[in-house]
């Protein structure tokens, strides 16, 4: 089955710094997509960045980039020059591979998600 | 373009009645997912729906149902209300299921 660990509870740094969000993985599908969401207290998760699997270059979006090792299974999220409008918290997912039977869907499984704050 | 929609914003309920959510997909995308999302943790894939079909569905007892009509849009039932099924209800819309899932801003059900 697969599982998203998300270790740190809570981070925080200081505005204009990066800062490095840990995400580890775990599944047998050879095929995965990972995906980092932001969900301010308003709650919407919002849509960062992807990285597939067979991917060979690490995704980047704006400020994030995803550093993605493979045979470590991580997917962590960097985010540079910190901004103040950057708290809120992050979360990593996983969407699985093939389900039995050739039917394949996205269904997303979610880490428990890294609070971080900014600090002016 | 406007993103994906829910309704309504917030709910409350009391134990065994029940509660119907709405969903309205981006424009264009056919699938619909639907997560549950307790306090302090991340969200639970509920189901998930394309063309109508429903394409995957997670561990949640049979008191959750789901349907999605002709053009796309989705609800989300809940019958015989637990007070364990407190939480926020999210909606996210792809084009068809495997790709990247757009979210709403959520269905907060508080279950007294």
């Known amino acids: 089955a697969q599982k998203i660990t998300q270790t740190q509870p809570g981070m925080f740094v200081q505005e204009k710094e990066a800062v490095t969000l840990d995400c580890t993985y775990d599944t047998s599908d050879p095929s995965y997509g990972l995906f980092w969401y932001k969900q301010p207290s308003s709650g919407e998760m919002i849509f960062l960045i992807y990285q597939g699997s067979y991917d060979q270059q690490n995704a980047t979006e704006g400020r994030y980039s995803l550093n993605f090792q493979k045979a470590r299974k991580s997917a962590n999220l960097v985010i540079s020059a910190s901004q103040l409008g950057d708290s809120a918290m992050y979360f990593c997912a996983m969407r699985d591979g093939e389900a039995a039977g050739g039917t394949s869907y996205g269904k997303l499984t979610f880490g428990q998600g890294t609070i971080l704050t900014v600090h002016p | ?112």
Not at chain 2, 13 to 30: D, E, M, W
Not at chain 2, 33 to 62: A, C, H, M, T
Not at chain 2, 66 to 87: I, M
Request: with cysteine; charged share 15%; proline share 5%.
């Open chain 2, 1 to 112: 373009d406007a993103g994906v929609t829910q309704s309504p914003t917030h709910l409350i309920k009391t134990r065994g009645q029940h509660v119907t959510l709405r969903c309205s997909p981006i424009s264009g995308h056919k699938s619909v997912s639907w997560y549950q999302q307790v306090l302090g943790q991340g969200p639970q894939f509920i189901f998930q729906y394309y063309e109508k079909e429903e394409r995957g569905r997670g561990n949640f007892p049979d008191r959750f149902s789901a349907r999605q009509f002709p053009n796309y849009s989705s609800e989300l039932n809940v019958n015989a209300l637990l007070l364990g099924d407190s939480a926020l209800y999210l909606c996210a819309s792809s084009q068809q299921g495997w790709e990247t899932q757009y979210f709403g801003p959520g269905t907060r059900l508080l279950v007294l």
